[in-house]
C-alpha cells in the first residue's frame, strides 16, 4: 500500500512531469492564459494520460515483449495513444456532450502532449507492473494539472499588471515558470527513496 | 522483419477498425448553431449584409461562406457575438473587428426638401422608424433607426443620408485614465 | 466661553464605526465666516430641464412667453422626474438646448429667460397646514414644487417621501454632515436658519409617518450643531442632533446610516430596507418653503471657495444664474485656476466652460489652484494596500482598477464594482497617484453604455418582430380576401350554371339524342 502512496506523491510533486521533468511544456506555456482553460486542459489530459498510461502498459507486455520487438516500442505507443485520443473525444462527445464542450480543442491537442509518451515510456524503464503503470500515470496527470492551474493563476493575475515593457509577454511568463519550478524543489526529499 | 511489419499493421488495423466502429458507434448530429446565430442578430432582415434577410445570413455564416462583421447594424456586439458562437472559423477572411468601433452607431436623416412622400422609404424599413404618409414629409424616429442603410437605397430622390448618432448626456461616460509611467528621472 | 471638558472625548456609545474614510484638508475656514447673501439679479437665467436623476422635464413655455417668478415652466414626465419653475420674473428668450453643467459639455434642453428685473411673483402654490395634512398631500406638494435631494445626488425628493407605502419606516436621519472638503452652504444654512430646517424636518417626519428623528452634524461644525440643537423642539419631540466624526466619506447616505443607526445596508438595495430614509439638511429648508409658503424650489445656498476666488463666500443664487456671474459677484477669480468644479472637490464635476448654469443639486462653486488639485503623474502600483484600508464600501480598488486597465469590465464587477460609491478616497490616498476612481467612474460608464445598447438590440427585435406580424397579418387577410372572392365568385358560378341547367334540363339530353 506504502508504495503506492509514494508512487503518487513521487510524481505528483517530487518528480512533477513539468517542472522536474520538463515534460509536456508545450500547454504548459500554451494553455495557461486562462483558468478556465487550464482547467479543461489538465482534466482532459489526466483522462488520457491514465488510460495510456494502462494501454501502453498492455502493448509492452501481451505484444512488444512477447514477441521481442521492444525496438517498435516508441511507433506503437504513439499509435496506441492517438487512437485513445481519437476513441475518448467520441465517446465523450457521445456520453457527455457538456464535457466536451468544456474540454473543446484541448482533447485533439493531447496527441502532442510528450508528457503522455513520456509517461509510458518511463513506465516501461521502471519496470512497473500494470496498477503502479496505471498510478504512474494517474499521478504524473494530477501533478500536470495542478501545476497548470497554479501557473495560470498566476499568469492572469500578472496579466493586469504593468510589468516593464521588455519583460511583458512570454518573457515574464518564462521567469514565472523557473520560479515555480525552483518552488518545486522544495518538494525534493519529501518522499526518501 | 516479417514479424514487426505484421505487428504493425494488425496492431493499426485493429485500432483503425475499433475507430471506425467507435465513430459509426459514437455518431452525434452537429447541432445546428444557424438558430443561435439567427438569435444573435438584429433580427430585422434589413438587408445590409447582402443575403435574403437575418435567416440566411445566419446560414451563410454557419456554414463558413459569410464572415462575423456581417452585419453592419448589429456593430461590433454582434460581431464578437458571432465570433463567440460560430468559432474562429467565420473570423477568417478578412473580419477587422478592431475597425468594427469607428463607425459607431448611425442614424437616417432625411432632407425634408427633396422628400417627395413616396411611402418608398417608410415601407422598407425593417423597424417602422420612419413616419409619414403618402404626400407627406416622411421623418426618422431618432432611438427606433438602427441605421441599416434600406432607406437611402430605396429613395428615388436621394433624400436621406445616414448620420452618426450625437452623443448625449444619457450616453456619455468619463474616458478610460490614461497611464503613461515616466521612467524615473 | 466654553471649558474643555471631558465627556467631549467620549464617543457616544450610540454611535457606531464604519470602514475606512479619509481626512482631507477640509479648508472650511475659506468661507465658514461668511453669512449668507443674496446674489443680485444677474442678467441672464438658463434654466435646464433635466437638473435631477429621471426624465427630462417637458417644456410649458414657449419663445417670447412673459414668465412670472415661481411659475411652472417644465413638467415632470412619468415618476422618477422633477418639476421645472421659473426663479424670477422676465421674458423667455429661448427654448432650446445649452451646454449643461457637466464635465461632458454637451448641450442639455434649457429655457433661458431674461430677467425683467421686477422680481414678480405668479401665484404661489394654494397654502398648506402640515398640522392636519395628509401624508400624501404633503408628498404630493414636494413634487409640485420641484424639490429634489440637495446634496448634490438630485433624487426626486417626492418619491422618497413616498417610500412609506413600500417599506416600513421608523428613522428619518438628516444628512447635514456636509464631509466634502471647502463646503460650508449646509453649515452656514443650519447657523442662520435653525428653525426653518427644524420646520422642514417636521414636515418630512409627519410625510414619512416615523417616530424617530436624527439631525447629523460633523463634529467640525459645533456651531451648527448648537444652531440645531437650540432649535430641534420644532422637528419634534423625538428628534435629536448627533454629533458624527469628522470623516470623509460621512455625507454618504449608507454610511451615514450605519454610523447612527449601526445597521449596514445590503449591497445595491435602499436604506428604506431598514426602515431609514436620509435627507438632505438643504432639501428641509426647501420643503419648508414649499409648504408652509408655498414657493417652489427656484433658489439655493452654495458655497463659492477655494484659493482660486478672491472673496470666498455663501451666497443664496436663483436656479440658472450663469457660474461666471456668481464668480464675478465674488470678486472673480485669483489669478489662473487649475480647475473649476461645481461641487466638492472630491466628487465635484469639472466643467469646462464658466457660462453654464447652477442648477438645483449645485451645492459648490469651487476654483483650485495648482497646490489644491493633486494632479500629478501616476505612478505604477506599490501594492501598499493604502485604496484597500481607506475604501469606505470594503472594496479591492487596485484589484478593480487592474481588472478595468486591462479591459476586464466584468471581472470588476466580480469583485464589487458596481459597490462603490466613487467617494474618490482610494485615489486620494493612493501614493502612486493612479486614478483609481476615475476608472470606476470610466467603467460604471461602460457598464451602462453597454446596458443601453443591449436594450436597444432587443427593442429593435421587438420592433422588426411586431412588423413581420403586421405584414403576415396583412398577406394573410389579402390571401382570405383573395380566397373569399374566388370563393363567392365560384359559387356564383356554380348558381348560375345550376340556374342555367334548372332552366334548361333537357338540354343536354335533346343534344345527346
Redesign the interface.
Known sequence: MEEYLVILLGTALVNNVVLVKFLGLCPFMGVSKKIEAAIGMGFATTFVLTLAAAASWA?EAL?LVP?H?E??RI??FI??IA?IV??TE??I???S?GLYRALGIYLPLITTNCAVLGVALLNVQEQHSFAESLLYGFGSAAGFTMVLVIFAGMRERIARL?VPVPFSGPPIAFITAGLLSMAFMGFAGLVAN | MI??IA??SA??VG?GI??GV??R????ETPPIVDEIEAAL????CGQCGFAGCHAAAEAVADGSAVATVCP??GR??ALKLVEIAGPSCHAGGADLAGQEDAGPMAAFIFEDHCTGCTKCYKRC????IIGAAKQIHSVIF??C?GCDACVEVCPTEAIIMRSKP???????????E????PAA | MKLFSLSSLRRGADMFSIRGGIHPETNKYLSAKSPIEKMPMPSIIRVPL?QHIGAEAVPLVKRDDLVLKGQLIGKARGPISANVHAPTSGRVIAVGHFT?P???G?P?ATITIRPDGEDRWGPHLPRLRPEDADPKDIAQRVMEAGIVGMGGATFPAAVKLNLRERYPLHTLIINAAECEPYLTCDDRLLRERAEEVADGIWIMAKALGVEKVIVAIESNKPDAIEAMRRHILAAGPNARVMRVPTLYPMGSEKHLVQTVTGLETPARALTAELGVVVHNAATAHAVHKAVRYGEPLISRVLTVSGHGIKRPANIEVLIGTPVSEIIDHCGGLEGEPERILLGGPMMGLPIQSLRVPVIKGTNGILALQKTESRQK????CIRCGGCIKVCPCGLMPMEMHAR??NDDLDGAVDIGLLDCIACGSCSFNCPSN??LV??F??A???L???Q???H??E???R??????IRQEAIAEAKRQAMAKRKAEMAERKKAEAAAASGAAPETPKEAAE
Open positions: 502493448v505484444i514477441l520487438l525496438f517498435l511507433l506503437s499509435l496506441v487512437a481519437q476513441f467520441a465517446f462527445r457521445k456520453a456532450p504593468a | 514479424e514487426a505487428t504493425m496492431l493499426g485500432l475499433v475507430l467507435a465513430a458507434k459514437f455518431h452525434v438584429p433580427g430585422t432582415n447594424p448589429g456586439e454582434v425593417p423597424t417602422d422608424a432611438d427606433a438602427i452623443r448625449t448626456l444619457r450616453n456619455w461616460y468619463w474616458p478610460k485614465p497611464e503613461h509611467f515616466e | 433635466q449643461a457637466h464635465p461632458s454637451l442639455v503623474a501616476a505612478m505604477p478595468i486597465r493612479i486614478q476615475q476608472g467612474n470610466y460604471k460608464g461602460r451602462a453604455f453597454k443601453s445598447q443591449k436597444q438590440q427593442e429593435t427585435k420592433l422588426a418582430d411586431a412588423r413581420n
